[in-house]
């Protein structure tokens, strides 16, 4: 005889081995796991306050330190921090993938309060915690030379974050010798050393200021030396020689003279006859040289000469046309 058997009680019958009791893996045990809730009754009853909007958190996955997200989620439920079973029921809210399984994994009535969920979500995660140096970790922190004063302490004051616990006298000893003797900085920690952290980086800070305003105006006094050697020696480079333009000067540059008749002989043929010129001819050359500055006149010229002899009759030498 086959009973009629709904489909969902079909899917439960296949899924059990034993009654009310899911084998291990198994997809109800796993669903069953997910809905269960590790808190106490008064926490699993409280109702939030009307308007309550759940924060956005920057979820946990567990491979980071779990002090940061306990201080990060106490943070954004500032408003609410004196209400424990608020802060029990959002902190789920509050992780994701691996975390959140370890979460549904909790045993049934294990959490009464959220003092009790934290210690269990630290030790879970321990080893994601990031471990406090010794102080003795400071002292291979050295100022370079090419480092400014800002950069440094930015640097120094990282590193003294990562210290467990120290003693303010000890990291104001280590931090003189960090840095340059001599400088500013140095001789006002050396003349009234700072009593908290607070004042050596406020004091720090003012020195960093100083600094950079002392490089912006040496750089700036650089730049413009540069610019004055290089326009000194462009100077002695390139003597200030006029420049010759593309277009010819307007004007003459010496008295005009009348335009000269074209020659129908040559030039060879001509120089002998001048040279049979009488005028020409008896004037002595020893003559014709004269110290500098003596001005010398009616001293005759080749033009004139050949001008006295056209008016002579020697016109033949020149073209019919002139």
Not at 115 to 140: G, M, P, W
Request: charged share 20%; net charge positive.
């Amino acid at each position: 005889m086959v009973q009629n058997v709904s489909p969902h009680q079909a899917v439960r019958q296949v899924g059990r081995n034993l009654p009310n009791e899911p084998p291990s893996g198994s997809i109800s045990k796993r669903l069953d796991d997910m809905l269960s809730t590790p808190f106490c009754s008064h926490i699993i009853h409280y109702e939030p306050p009307r308007g309550f909007l759940v924060p956005k958190f920057s979820t946990y996955d567990g491979s980071s330190d779990p002090f940061d997200h306990i201080m990060h989620y106490r943070q954004l439920m500032t408003l609410d921090i004196g209400n424990d079973a608020l802060l029990c029921k959002v902190f789920s809210a509050s992780l994701q993938g691996q975390a959140l399984s370890w979460f549904h994994d909790l045993p049934p009535n294990s959490v009464d309060n959220f003092r009790d969920l934290s210690e269990a979500f630290v030790r879970q995660y321990l080893c994601s915690a990031r471990h406090k140096q010794n102080i003795s970790t400071l002292q291979n922190i050295k100022m370079q030379d090419n480092e400014s004063l800002r950069e440094f302490v930015k640097r120094f004051g990282q590193a003294v974050l990562q210290v467990e616990a120290y003693s303010m006298d000890v990291v104001l000893q280590i931090f003189k010798r960090s840095i340059c003797p001599g400088t500013p900085f140095f001789e006002s920690l050396a003349k009234k050393p700072p009593i908290m952290m607070d004042d050596l980086f406020r004091r720090a800070s003012k020195y960093s200021m100083l600094e950079d305003d002392v490089r912006a105006a040496t750089q700036q006094i650089l730049v413009t030396g540069q610019a004055s050697r290089s326009g000194a020696e462009r100077s002695a480079k390139l003597p200030d020689w006029p420049r010759p333009s593309n277009r010819r000067q307007e004007g003459p540059s010496r008295l005009e003279m009348p335009p000269l008749t074209p020659l129908s002989i040559s030039y060879e043929k001509l120089l002998p006859m001048i040279k049979t010129c009488p005028t020409l001819g008896g004037l002595d050359p020893s003559k014709r040289t004269h110290p500098k500055g003596i001005i010398v006149k009616n001293v005759p010229t080749i033009r004139s000469m050949v001008t006295q002899q056209r008016r002579a009759g020697a016109s033949i030498i020149w073209s019919k046309g002139s």
